[in-house]
Every structure is written in C-alpha cells, then in structure tokens.
C-alpha cells in the first residue's frame, strides 16, 4: 500500500522557520518525482517545489524562491522541504506527492499524503 506521511508543521512568527518531511512507503521513492504543494482555506492548491527522483533538478514557485530548499534522500524514503524567512501568506496546509511525470502541477502526480498545517504569524 503507497502511503506518504507528512510531518513537521506547526506554529511559527513571521521571519521563523521549519522543515516539513515526507516519508514514503509501499514504493521505491527512487522511482519518482517528489514534490510539495500548499492549499490555504478557499484557494486552489498550489505546487511549491519538486524535485528529481535522482534530487539533480529541482524547481521552485515564484512565491518561495531563495526562502524554500527541497531535498530528498532516497536511503531513507524521505523528502524534505526547509522553509526559511516564513510569512504570513505561507500559511496553509501542506501536502507531499509523488508521481512519474515532471512539473509542478497537480496533475503531475499520482500518490498524496494527507497533508501537515503550517501557520505564520505576523
């Protein structure tokens, strides 16, 4: 069975940080492209960032560029997301994904987890 189990949300001041990670099982994450999107109440979810399965190319939403890094480590079945420099605005829940295509895009992807909040405050 492919889950994938997001963790490491949570409250934080504006300027604050934290790391979200993704562990994956019931598939070889290797095999994939990873990625992260954010839905905040009555939005459209978003993607953020996604990586290569090989972690070589990444790419980034306009909004979190020089504030966001994704990685992955594939030992470990693990993706990560560092968010730096948190604002108001990047509140929202936040989903990992994994899927076989490339692009930041829902339809990129065909595995989602279950999502973990991250609130900023001003």
């Known amino acids: 069975q492919v889950q994938l189990r997001e963790s490491g949300g949570g409250a934080v001041q504006s300027g604050g940080s934290l790391r979200l990670s993704c562990a994956v099982s019931?598939?070889?994450?290797?095999?994939?492209?990873m990625g992260w999107f954010r839905q905040a109440p009555g939005k459209e979810r978003q993607g953020v960032s996604c990586?290569?399965?090989?972690?070589?190319?990444?790419d980034y939403a306009d909004s979190v560029k020089g504030r966001f890094t994704i990685s992955r480590d594939n030992t470990k079945n693990t993706m990560y997301l560092q968010m730096n420099s948190l604002k108001p605005e990047d509140t929202a829940m936040y989903y990992c994904?994994?899927?076989?295509?490339?692009?930041?895009?829902?339809?990129?992807?065909?595995?989602w987890g279950q999502g973990t909040q991250v609130v900023v405050s001003s």
């Open positions: 019931g598939f070889t994450a290797s095999a994939y492209c």
């Open positions: 990586i290569s399965w090989s972690g070589g190319t990444t």
């Open positions: 994904a994994a899927g076989r295509r490339w692009g930041l895009t829902k339809s990129a992807f065909d595995y």
